[in-house]
Each structure stands twice: as C-alpha cells, then as structure tokens.
T-cell receptor, first 113, second 120 residues
Framework: AQTVTQSQPEMSVQEAETVTLSCTYDTSESNYYLFWYKQPPSRQMILVIRQEAYKQQNATENRFSVNFQKAAKSFSLKISDSQLGDTAMYFCAFKDSNYQLIWGAGTKLIIKP | GAGVSQTPSNKVTEKGKYVELRCDPI?????LYWYRQSLGQGPEFLIY????????DSGLPNDRFFAVRPEGSVSTLKIQRTERGDSAVYLC??????????????????FGEGSRLTVL
C-alpha cells in the first residue's frame, strides 16, 4: 500500500528566511503525482504545487519549489522569502492511477515576524 | 458559487443524535469527495461521487455513515447514532473531472472550509 511520511511535525523560521519541508513516500508504481497542500487556520485546503513523476524537471510556483528525487522517493517543498501568510499546516499527498489521494500527517509551519 | 461551500461550519451534538453535513461544490464540477480529518492528522478518504452515483464508498467507516448527491451537485453526508469518535473536521472537495490519469486537471481538488463536528 502507498504511504506518505512527513517527519517534521512542526517547523518555525523567521520571516524572509528559506524553509524546506520534507516528504517521503512509498509506492511500486512508476507513474504518479505528488502534491503539496496548504491548510491555514480557516481549514480550507489550498493546492500549493504539483509534480508529475514522469517529469524530471522540478516544479516551481513563484516562491515555492520542490526537490523531487524519484529514486529516493523524496518530495520536499522549499519556500523562499517566507512570509507571515505562509503560516499554516502543509500536507504532502500522493496519487497514482487511482483517484484517491494519500495524505501525510502534515507539518505545522510557523513564520515568525 | 465561486468556491466549495460547506454547512454548518461547526456542529455540536450529543452522542446518539443524527447529523447532516452539506456540501455545495463548484458549479459544473462532476466529481465530489468527502474526507474526514482528525486533529493532527491528514485527511482520510470517505466517499467519492461521480455525478449522482457513489463511485467509491470504501472509506465510510461503518453503516452509520451515508452520503447522497441526488442531482449531481449538492451532497449531504449523514451520520446516524453519532459517537464521540466521530468528532472531526469533515472536508468536502470537488474537481472538474475525476482524478484519473491523463486528465488535464489531475490533482486539482478544490476544498471547502470543512464542517467541524463535535460529539459530546
């Protein structure tokens, strides 16, 4: 069965610093998708970034980028120039040919002023 | 509406009572998902609708849980004889197409703000 592991329950950095959130997953599939979602206190899950496994190039979205290491089954999220509004829970999620998303337990990120 | 709407935002009930949670997806989204999120955990899949039919209800924990989507838009999650262990945030999400490989919107789930259920 597929699993997603986020080993950092909580992280805290100063505003404007760069922070990296880690995620590892386990699958025997070769074609799949990986996602990072943000959940602020409002509870609404918001898609931050998406990576297709068949693409070698790491996805980027403005200040957000990923380091996708397929062989190591690692999918970390880097947030550059962190802002107070980045404070939230961050969830890593996996999807293969099925339609279900498999979620990690989340990392609580706190950006300090 | 502009986004996925869930009501009520918060619901407090007593053990043994019946509860309904409503989800109004983005207009035109054919796929609808219910998830349950316990404190400190990621979402847990409950049920997936494609149109009016439940394509997969394998995540429903037991027969006290039931969900409907009679007209292919609004969905209601129904919980009978609530138990304290049912306390959680119930998230609804919709997507333009199902999350199957090859669709251009793969992975683009749009979530509501959830309904927090507290069973006393």
């Amino acid at each position: 069965a597929q699993t997603v592991t986020q080993s950092q329950p909580e992280m805290s950095v100063q505003e404007a610093e760069t922070v990296t959130l880690s995620c590892t997953y386990d699958t025997s599939e070769s074609n799949y998708y990986l996602f990072w979602y943000k959940q602020p206190p409002s509870r609404q899950m918001i898609l931050v970034i998406r990576q297709e496994a068949y693409k070698q190039q790491n996805a980027t979205e403005n200040r957000f980028s990923v380091n996708f290491q397929k062989a190591a089954k690692s999918f970390s999220l880097k947030i550059s120039d962190s802002q107070l509004g980045d404070t939230a829970m961050y969830f890593c999620a996996f999807k293969d040919s099925n339609y279900q998303l498999i979620w990690g337990a989340g990392t609580k990120l706190i950006i300090k002023p | 509406g502009a986004g996925v709407s869930q009501t009520p935002s918060n619901k407090v009930t007593e053990k043994g009572k019946y509860v309904e949670l409503r989800c109004d997806p983005i207009s035109g989204h054919t796929a609808l998902y219910w998830y349950r999120q316990s404190l400190g955990q990621g979402p847990e899949f409950l049920i997936y609708f494609q149109g009016t039919g439940a394509a997969d209800d394998s995540g429903l924990p037991n027969d006290r849980f039931f969900a409907v989507r009679p007209e292919g838009s609004v969905s209601t999650l129904k919980i009978q004889r609530t138990e304290r262990g049912d306390s959680a945030v119930y998230l609804c999400a919709s997507s333009l197409t199902p999350l199957t490989s090859g669709t251009p919107n793969t992975g683009e789930l749009f979530f509501g703000e959830g309904s927090r259920l507290t069973v006393l």
